[in-house]
Nanobody, 126 residues
């Protein structure tokens, strides 16, 4: 089992930065992938970023590329999402997820992820 707990969400203004953190516990995730997804009201959950826990490969959605950075911290067992130049379109609940089924590829599909956090709200005002 894996437990994921997100933190760091909040209300910010357009152009601001915010750092989300996902604390992991339970199973060792060193061989697997971590992802961040988001879901806005009335929309489907969408991929934001993913990274092999080792940092060997990383993937970003086009909408956040160059603005968001995903990173893992082995000492703290956390996976963070640094978000910059936020826009109102980034408003959503952000979820951390773990994929413990694939040891090589990174997936952008929510259904491929096995464990999920409860989510943290990010609201960007214009």
């Amino acid at each position: 089992q894996v437990q994921l707990v997100e933190s760091g969400g909040g209300l910010v203004q357009a152009g601001d930065s915010l750092r989300l953190s996902c604390a992991t516990s339970g199973r060792t995730l060193g061989y697997y992938s971590m992802g961040w997804f988001r879901q806005a009201p009335g929309k489907e959950r969408e991929f934001v970023a993913a990274q092999r826990w080792s940092g060997a490969s990383t993937s970003y959605a086009d909408s956040v590329k160059g603005r968001f950075t995903i990173s893992t911290d082995n000492a703290k067992n956390t996976v963070d999402l640094q978000m910059t130049v936020l826009t109102p379109e980034d408003t959503a609940i952000y979820y951390c997820a773990a994929d413990v089924s694939r040891t090589i590829s990174l997936s952008r599909r929510p259904n491929d992820y096995d464990y999920w956090g409860q989510g943290t709200q990010v609201t960007v005002s214009s």
